[in-house]
């Protein structure tokens, strides 16, 4: 009896460890198994509240995408473009998705064969047209565009306007005029220069260069079809910008973000910036912008997303791409981040109130869109721009120099010095 | 020596040399050679063009690295070689002569501790601190230095030093003594702590000035110190890079643009590592001197 015993339960035992065992086998073929976690890392040029409303999209893409984890380091467009090259020639990445402003830097990487090709990873016709140009290169795109930005003009506080009974400008003269009145009977420096890198300064005398000689001047510049001694880009820096810094109406360069807060509070009247400053100030709703009087043309510029070959997450990272581009860009717009559509899907009423007038305006031709002058160029010429232009700032004697000294760098990029 | 002592002696030596080999002399040899366009690092390509000396007449005939124009009219730019030899110009004498000074000064005097930490400060903040420091102190708004001229009266010097070409450097320089004077009060106060007093007393009892004492016994005696505050001094001032980077950038137009940044430019603004190389080692090239005359002098033990 003792013996069947034994036996039965020996086998009672050997049938539960076999059922055991099938049942995992079933589960394991049957049951889905969650999705490994992927952690992606994004590279983009944002800090402070910027950074802020970028990660409400990269939450969002979180919050769909349970089995991916985002980690965000802010890198800015100049230091990203020293740090991404030398790892990218070792066949590494800093990041799996990279996003930045300087498009001429994606097609030159991408051209370099560092970046992956997004030509089908989105249709073309959904975006704002020409918004590829600066990343393609041989029919090969190597960025996507996010959220883009444009800078309008001067931006100034309506209540300060109100205040000492201001009016915005209509024709030179009156530009003229505002200024004298701002510096002598207000008694401050009327315009605030920004600085940092460097790149206020190239934005403020872009939109003289565009008002001045029109929107075809500043491409022809881009594409080198006009010198920067020719006697049309002289004559608007001799004869508009260089007779306002020589009487003082603009500030000397100082730290763009601080000179934000200095303008709010009224130590400068006017200041010339892009649409993100709507975010970067207690009350938009105090905003006013205008144009130098008869321009006819508004820079505007993206951000680019682009990835690298390297990339161990190649899949998860162009999934992503592929979101911020277009579903993305709804959440960015919504946000007080100052930026608006590039994905034409996005429409006006889920942007930023803020926003829409200029989104409006840009969308319907009212004025001719113009790459961003220093970012199209970009290489070594963009920083000596930058640099001349902060010597022209201080020294408006030198505009010969300045010039001059632009030109010789842009030739000597263009033959690959 | 039996091979028991020599291998125990290599098992120092070798994890030594290894990593001195590894991290110093291959890499040094790797730069020198990419300035001649030969690149001798595995799965990376760093090389356009051919093996050549294309790279030093690129960078020795550069406005960058010297600017014929601004030497000639005395303007800035004048060139990134010709900014670091004003730099040490006036930075060497300043920082020795003030160092030696202060440090004298605060021989005797009581709570010079405190006084001479303080001056250290300068050595002990990161450089980057520094360098915001030096940008802030020369703010028209809210800098000492502009404030002190205007309220001397001198209103062309009221103004943001760092923005503008003919005192971009300058302001750069006035800095670094400020952050570097600290090293050489130190290495003095340790000095003068070495002379025996004896000497000192027997020249004070012969009537001998304070000039006298100090030119013919602690000048002379301290003569060790000097030559190692002139060797890293020079060494100091040849590689400065943080304080530019941070205040100016080398800028209002290549008006500070120093050896150290023009490299950190071709490397990271350009991305042109065979000029960045070629940099490195004419750098290399001009701190070797230095370097090995003050090592001859150390090791000879005067």
Redesign the interface.
């Known amino acids: 009896m003792a013996s069947l015993e034994k036996k039965v339960i020996s086998a009672a035992i050997i049938s539960l460890i076999i059922g055991i065992g099938i049942g995992y086998a079933i589960a394991y073929y049957t049951i889905p198994r969650p999705k490994p976690v992927v952690t992606l890392t994004v590279i983009g040029p944002w800090s402070g509240v910027e950074m802020e409303y970028f990660m409400k999209v990269l939450k969002a893409y979180e919050r769909e995408h349970p089995n991916i984890k985002i980690k965000y380091i802010a890198i800015r467009a100049e230091d990203l473009a020293a740090i991404a090259p030398p790892q990218f020639a070792a066949g590494k990445t800093p990041g799996d998705v990279l996003i930045t402003p300087w498009g001429w830097w994606v097609a030159s990487m991408g051209e370099k064969g560092h970046l992956v090709d997004l030509s089908e990873l989105v249709d073309k016709e959904e975006f704002v047209p020409g918004i590829f140009d600066p990343v393609t290169r041989n029919d090969k795109v190597y960025g996507l565009p996010f959220t883009a930005w444009a800078k309008p003009g001067f931006w100034h506080r309506k209540s300060f306007f109100e205040k000492y009974g201001l009016k915005v400008p209509e024709t030179w003269e009156e530009f003229k005029s505002l200024l004298k009145k701002i510096k002598e009977e207000i008694g401050i420096t009327p315009i605030a220069s920004g600085d940092g890198v460097g790149w206020p300064l190239s934005d403020t005398s872009e939109h003289f260069i565009i008002t001045f000689g029109g929107p075809e001047l500043q491409l022809k510049l881009i594409k080198g079809e006009v010198k920067w001694t020719d006697p049309e880009v002289r004559k608007i820096f001799e004869e508009y910008l260089v007779p306002l810094l020589k009487a003082g109406y603009f500030s000397e360069p100082k730290d763009w973000t601080a000179q934000v807060d200095l303008w709010w509070k009224g130590k400068y009247a006017l200041y010339f910036m892009g649409t993100w400053i709507t975010g970067m100030v207690p009350d938009p709703g105090d905003l006013g912008v205008f144009t130098l009087p008869g321009c006819k043309g508004i820079v505007m510029g993206t951000d680019y997303i682009s990835v690298s070959k390297y990339t161990p997450n190649l899949e998860e990272a162009l999934k992503l791409a592929r979101w911020l581009a277009t579903e993305g860009q709804r959440i960015h717009v919504g946000t007080k981040a100052g930026k608006f559509a590039t994905w034409l899907k996005v429409e006006l009423e889920e942007h930023w109130e803020p926003m829409r007038p200029v989104y409006k305006a840009l969308m319907t031709g009212e004025v001719a869109v113009v790459p961003d002058l220093d970012d199209a160029v970009g290489g070594k010429w963009q920083t000596t721009f930058w640099d001349q232009l902060k010597l022209l700032w201080t020294n408006p004697d030198k505009l010969d120099e300045v010039l001059s000294t632009l030109q010789r760098v842009y030739e000597e990029q263009a033959k690959g010095k | 020596m039996n091979l028991k002592d020599v291998l125990e002696k290599a098992s120092f030596l070798i994890p030594a040399l290894l990593l001195i080999f590894t991290f110093v002399i291959y890499p040094t040899i790797a730069t020198i050679l990419l300035s001649f366009n030969i690149n001798l690092i595995p799965?990376?390509?760093?090389v356009e063009g051919s093996t050549s000396l294309e790279n030093y007449v690129?960078v020795l005939t550069s406005e960058e690295f010297i600017n014929p124009t601004g030497l000639r009219t005395s303007s800035f730019p004048m060139g990134a070689i010709v900014h670091n030899v004003i730099w040490i110009l006036i930075h060497l004498p300043a920082t020795t002569i003030l160092g030696l000074l202060l440090a004298v000064f605060l021989q005797n005097i009581k709570g010079s501790s405190i006084i001479r930490s303080m001056i250290f400060l300068g050595m002990v903040i990161p450089m980057v601190v520094g360098a915001l420091m030096i940008a802030f102190s020369f703010?028209?708004d809210m800098g000492i230095v502009p404030s002190i001229f205007k309220c001397l009266g001198i209103l062309s010097l009221y103004?943001?030093w760092t923005?503008?070409?003919d005192t971009a450097l300058l302001s750069l320089i006035i800095g670094s003594i400020w952050l570097w004077t600290g090293f050489s009060v130190t290495l003095y106060s340790a000095g003068l702590a070495s002379i025996p007093k004896e000497l000192i007393e027997a020249a004070k009892i012969d009537g001998a000035p304070f000039r006298v004492i100090l030119f013919k016994i602690i000048i002379p005696l301290l003569r060790p110190v000097t030559v190692t505050v002139v060797a890293m001094t020079i060494l100091w001032v040849l590689k400065i890079f943080d304080i530019v980077y941070v205040a100016t950038?080398?800028?209002?137009?290549?008006?500070s643009m120093v050896m150290a940044l023009l490299m950190w430019?071709y490397?990271?603004?350009?991305?042109a590592?065979t000029l960045s190389a070629t940099i490195a080692t004419l750098l290399t090239i001009i701190v070797l001197p230095v370097v090995i005359l003050w090592i001859r002098y150390a090791t000879r033990g005067e």
Do not use: I
Request: aromatic share 12%; net charge positive; glycine share 20%.
């Open positions: 799965g990376v390509n760093l690129k703010n028209k103004k943001t923005s503008y070409p950038r080398g800028g209002p137009g290549g008006a430019d490397f990271a603004r350009m991305n590592y």
